[in-house]
């Protein structure tokens, strides 16, 4: 086993970016917790964070017993014990999911802030394929081989996390220290999952913005961009009626000579559009980006607006004050700086793109269209299509009902309640993934936490002077409940050891 240092960025002003991926072949896949958008960046010196890297030897396949089966690779884990008890004082085990756990340090504000409350010892784990967790030597050659690729799931990224955990514990003299996962979006997912798949591992989940309802034929494939249509509308009618106009206005100008080249002067695209998919997906990206990531103290959507409603020389031209909100949305990330290119930045090599695009292809297949009541021309979500272009892209065929019949989401109500305990679904409101969430408590220990006014994994952001008193309050309660859980442990744990 390997120790070194973890060292980290601690960001100032950030905002979390989700991505909609678009393909030369057509494959458009499910928004994703993606990269960690920096506008401005300080590096954190302070030594006492006592953050320390890991490397576990990993089993590649723990489901068959093949001669490849029992490969491994170095799988990254990160473990801070600054605040934690000792013997079996309770673990705080955060959840990567489809990116580095660099990135997903400033999540798990969260569990660092308040690590000390339950005296437990951090645990960060890194989802396989990504980041330094990358099996077969290289994540190009682990992604490029049909048969490598196989073992890049979730069932198989839940195995590893029990196994480094138990490992763990092991390691700590901490056999009897209760666990408890946190994830955030698809980790929310996966910490639902892990509570459902090992509850001898983990005594309790909290599953921040976690859209396990949004498979099958759970929730209308619509509501997605359904959702970010409202967070526009009631934000300002003006901007979703210029919003709702511009998709023709962009056809237009695409159907005259040299149009192309016209709008990709008048957005300032970093590449000359091939074609008006091309801007027209961009633009529900800077949308959906805005929507789910909607926070109290960037609050993008308004910005957005405001920037479409007041554009300087504008008069008529629909399409002007479009590549305004535009403009402005990417000044959320980049600090105001307006020299930039938009729309179709080079995204080539990025691994969470590549990563997701997989997943997304293999297991996680999230139906998603547009009809005409939101503010997007229609565009009905298309399974044979969508499978199809999997299989051009991969080989194989996506599986679009194994979510469901591998975790379970029909009758989720019943299932849960009969079958487990201690989880808290968080969710904000304004973040369109919380309708694939659960908005209503199961049971005394099975608890919705969900904000009028929240955004995507809000609540597991570092916490801030500004955060409005309801998200305060959040965060409470989520402790609160969390304590509850580890007292209950013990005192079982007491009782049968009498």
Same mark, same amino acid.
């Given at each position: 086993?390997?120790?070194?240092?973890?060292?980290? =960025?601690?960001?100032?002003?950030?905002?979390?970016? $989700?991505?909609?991926?678009?393909?030369?072949?057509? *494959?458009?896949?499910?928004?994703r917790l993606g990269r960690i958008r920096r506008s401005r960046i300080l590096e954190?010196?302070?030594?006492?964070?006592? !953050?320390?890297?890991?490397?576990?030897?990993?089993?590649?396949?723990?489901? +068959?017993?093949?001669?490849?089966?029992?490969?491994?690779?170095?799988?990254?884990?990160?473990?801070?014990?600054?605040?934690?008890?000792?013997?079996?004082?309770?673990?705080?085990?955060?959840?990567?999911?489809?990116?580095?756990?660099? #990135?997903?340090?400033?999540?798990?504000? !969260?569990?660092?802030?308040?690590?000390?409350?339950?005296?437990?010892?951090?645990?960060?784990?890194?989802?396989?394929?990504?980041?330094?967790?990358?099996?077969?030597?290289?994540?190009k050659a682990a992604l490029k081989n049909a048969r490598h690729r196989g073992y @890049?799931?979730?069932?198989?990224?839940?195995?590893?996390?029990?196994?480094? *955990?138990?490992?763990?514990?092991?390691?700590?003299?901490?056999?009897?220290?209760?666990?408890?996962?946190?994830?955030? +979006?698809?980790?929310?997912? *996966?910490?639902?999952?892990?509570?459902?798949?090992?509850?001898?591992? $983990?005594?309790?989940?909290?599953?921040?913005?976690?859209?396990?309802?949004?498979?099958?034929?759970?929730?209308?494939?619509?509501?997605?961009?359904?959702a970010v249509s409202k967070d526009f509308r009631d934000t300002s009618e003006e901007? !979703?009626?210029?919003?709702? /106009?511009?998709?023709?206005?962009?056809?237009?100008?695409?159907? /005259?000579?040299?149009?192309?080249?016209?709008?990709?002067?008048? @957005?300032?695209?970093?590449?000359?559009?091939?074609?008006?998919?091309?801007?027209?997906?961009?633009?529900?990206?800077?949308?959906?980006?805005?929507?789910?990531?909607?926070?109290?103290?960037?609050?993008?959507?308004?910005?957005?607006?405001?920037?479409?409603?007041?554009?300087?020389?504008?008069?008529?031209?629909?399409?002007?004050?479009?590549?305004?909100?535009?403009?402005?949305?990417?000044?959320?990330?980049? #600090?105001?700086?307006?020299?930039?290119?938009?729309?179709?930045?080079?995204?080539?090599? #990025?691994?969470?793109?590549?990563?997701?695009?997989?997943?997304?292809?293999?297991?996680?297949?999230?139906?998603?269209?547009?009809?005409?009541?939101?503010?997007?021309?229609?565009?009905?979500?298309?399974?044979?299509?969508?499978?199809?272009?999997?299989?051009? =892209?991969?080989?194989?065929?996506?599986?679009?009902?194994?979510?469901?019949?591998?975790?379970?989401?029909?009758?989720?109500?019943?299932?849960?309640?009969?079958?487990?305990?201690?989880?808290?679904?968080?969710?904000?409101?304004?973040?369109? @993934?919380?309708?694939?969430?659960?908005?209503?408590?199961?049971?005394?220990?099975?608890?919705?936490?969900?904000? /009028?006014?929240?955004?995507?994994? *809000?609540?597991?952001?570092?916490? /801030?002077?500004?955060?409005?008193?309801?998200? $305060?309050?959040?965060?409470?309660?989520?402790?609160?409940?969390?304590?509850?859980?580890?007292? =209950?442990?013990?005192? #079982?744990?007491?009782?049968?050891?009498?």
């Open positions: 086993m390997k120790s070194s240092q973890f060292s980290f =960025q601690w960001l100032l002003l950030m905002i979390i970016f $989700v991505s909609t991926s678009f393909h030369a072949n057509g *494959l458009k896949l499910r928004p954190q010196k302070d030594s006492n964070h006592g !953050f320390k890297t890991f490397f576990y030897n990993q089993t590649i396949d723990h489901f +068959s017993y093949g001669p490849e089966s029992y490969q491994t690779f170095p799988q990254r884990y990160v473990i801070n014990s600054k605040f934690w008890g000792g013997g079996n004082s309770p673990i705080l085990a955060f959840l990567g999911a489809e990116a580095p756990i660099d #990135d997903n340090i400033q999540p798990s504000g !969260f569990t660092y802030e308040n690590a000390h409350k339950f005296k437990a010892l951090i645990v960060i784990l890194e989802h396989r394929y990504y980041g330094k967790s990358v099996p077969f030597g290289s994540r @890049f799931n979730s069932a198989q990224a839940l195995a590893d996390y029990a196994s480094i *955990l138990l490992h763990i514990k092991d390691k700590y003299n901490a056999t009897h220290a209760p666990v408890i996962a946190i994830g955030a +979006s698809y980790g929310g997912e *996966l910490a639902t999952w892990f509570r459902l798949k090992y509850p001898h591992v $983990v005594i309790g989940s909290l599953a921040s913005s976690a859209p396990i309802l949004y498979y099958g034929d759970i929730t209308p494939w619509t509501t997605y961009h359904s901007c !979703f009626q210029t919003i709702k /106009k511009s998709w023709s206005e962009i056809d237009n100008i695409a159907s /005259k000579p040299d149009g192309l080249a016209i709008l990709s002067k008048k @957005f300032k695209t970093c590449t000359p559009l091939k074609n008006t998919t091309e801007l027209k997906d961009g633009l529900d990206t800077v949308y959906s980006e805005a929507a789910q990531y909607d926070t109290p103290s960037n609050i993008p959507v308004k910005r957005i607006c405001n920037a479409i409603e007041n554009a300087p020389n504008c008069g008529d031209d629909i399409l002007c004050k479009i590549a305004a909100g535009v403009v402005e949305a990417d000044s959320l990330e980049y #600090d105001g700086n307006n020299s930039r290119c938009y729309i179709n930045e080079d995204r080539t090599g #990025d691994e969470s793109d590549e990563g997701w695009e997989w997943q997304s292809c293999s297991e996680m297949v999230v139906p998603m269209g547009k009809d005409k009541n939101s503010m997007y021309q229609p565009e009905p979500w298309n399974l044979t299509k969508y499978i199809k272009n999997c299989k051009e =892209q991969y080989g194989v065929s996506p599986r679009p009902s194994w979510v469901l019949t591998y975790y379970g989401g029909h009758d989720i109500k019943l299932i849960l309640r009969r079958s487990t305990s201690n989880i808290i679904f968080s969710n904000g409101m304004r973040d369109p @993934f919380s309708r694939g969430g659960i908005l209503e408590n199961i049971s005394d220990s099975i608890i919705a936490l969900s904000t /009028k006014h929240g955004s995507h994994c *809000l609540d597991l952001e570092e916490a /801030k002077k500004s955060d409005p008193g309801w998200l $305060v309050q959040q965060r409470k309660t989520e402790v609160k409940i969390m304590q509850g859980w580890i007292s =209950q442990y013990y005192d #079982d744990f007491k009782a049968i050891n009498k």
